[in-house]
Structure formats: C-alpha cells, structure tokens
C-alpha cells in the first residue's frame, strides 16, 4: 500500500479508540506518540478486516461497478484503505449500540472498567466509592478535611481535574500532629433544616488533595484514641483525640 494512503487507516483507527466506550477514556488520556502507535495498530487491523470485504465487492459484479466509481481501479488498495477508514468511522459508533442494548456493557460499565484498568489509585478509590455509595474522607493541601458521598468524580480525560463532594462532615488536620478534627456537622444541619444535601456540593481541584480513602462513621469511633490531656464535654466524658480511619 502506497504510504500516502496509511493516512486513512490511520485516521480510521483514530477513531475507532476515540469513539469505543471501552477505550475512549484511555485514548484520551495517551500523550501524542503512544495514542499514534496505537492507532496504527488499530489502523492494521481495520486494514486486514477491509481487504476482504473489498476483494469480495469487486467479485461481484452488480458492486463493482459503483465500488470503481469510489475507488478508481488505477491506485493501488486505495478501496483498502478507504474500506479501512469508513469501518474506523462506523463500527465504533454500531459496536456501542450493540453492547449497549444487549446490556453486555453499558457506557457507564465501560468507563468504570477503563479507569480501574487504567486510572489512578485516587481515580480508583473515588470511582469505586461512588459506584458502591461510601462516604469518603478528603484531606486538602491546607489540611481541610471534608467527608462525604463522591457526587462527581473525574475521569480519564486531562481537561477533568476536579472533584465534587456531598459533604457529611468537615474538618482540619492538626498541623503538627494531622490529626483530624471534625467541628462542622452537615448531616445534623440538613436535617434539622429540612435542606436538600446536593445543594451543598462542594468542588475541588484534584491536583489539592493530599489524601483520601474511604469512611466508615459507624466504625469511626473504634479507632478514636483516647487521651488524659483532651478536654472534656459537658457530661464531663473525655473527649478523643480523632485520628484518620
């Protein structure tokens, strides 16, 4: 195949990863030369699927005469690589509707699994927090602490860097210890108020969390150290010192 025409499998397998569910996010999150080996290689396999889809339209005479018409007889496997370049364009967009009605992957399930397999520790923790409703505990780059549900979650793609959170608890880590201490109590507020939680989504950069996992506040307690120097409430109990869980 003359070089010039590698330029439409090329594109074709451009397309292909940039348009499939199941690799979008990742084709996304490539740099330049990797996504263009990558395509290259998808580009070769569209190329040994089109070869004898066009190799069976010229077989047949009543396709032939129109397939000439598109690709010209006098340019060596420019039918190839234009066969190449249209199923780049068009199996994505047919595999998408397939896998989707047939529920054997949604566009959701699909975007979960490629940032399990190719996201972070941090997109990993997030996301699967977020599938599975648990409360996670986020501690800033200024020791600000919120916990609460993962309402957005960024993916694979780089314009993506920010996090929203539904706040249950918020808090500070203590600078010389880290510890954490917890003195604002959104759940007790929404419910004393009758206010709608999403209202109260916060945002933030990912690039500022220092720290982050997973929250139980029903376990919580068991892991609350308890010290002689804390000060105590108004029962007169002693008070913990919170630590991160």
């Excluded at 348009?19 to 990742?26: E, F, I, M, P, V």
């Excluded at 309402?151 to 959170?165: V, Y």
């Excluded at 916060?202 to 804390?230: G, K, Q, T, W």
Aim: charged share 20%; with cysteine.
């Amino acid at each position: 195949m003359p070089t010039n025409l590698l330029l439409l499998p090329l594109v074709g397998g451009y397309w292909f990863l940039h348009t499939l569910y199941y690799t979008r996010l990742r084709s996304q999150r490539l740099d330049g030369y990797r996504l263009l080996v990558e395509s290259a290689l998808m580009g070769i396999v569209l190329v040994v699927v089109a070869r004898p889809l066009v190799v069976g339209a010229n077989a047949c005479s009543c396709v032939r005469s129109t397939w000439v018409l598109l690709a010209p007889q006098d340019i060596p496997y420019l039918g190839t690589a234009l066969a190449a370049s249209v199923l780049g364009f068009v199996l994505p967009h047919s595999l998408n509707i397939i896998l989707d009605r047939t529920g054997w992957l949604t566009k959701q399930e699909a975007n979960y699994k490629s940032i399990m397999r190719h996201g972070s520790h941090l997109l990993r923790l997030l996301h699967s927090a977020s599938a599975q409703e648990k409360p996670v505990s986020v501690t800033l780059d200024n020791n600000k602490v919120y916990i609460g549900l993962v309402a957005g979650a960024p993916n694979l793609e780089p314009h993506d860097a920010h996090l929203s959170i539904t706040p249950f608890f918020s808090g500070y880590r203590v600078n010389e210890t880290l510890e954490l201490r917890l003195n604002v109590d959104y759940l007790k507020v929404y419910e004393e108020h009758g206010l709608d939680p999403q209202e109260f989504r916060v945002v933030v950069p990912m690039s500022n969390i220092r720290m982050a996992s997973l929250f139980d506040h029903s376990v919580y307690p068991a892991f609350l150290v308890e010290s002689e120097d804390e000060p105590t409430d108004e029962r007169g109990a002693t008070q913990p010192t919170d630590i991160e869980t």
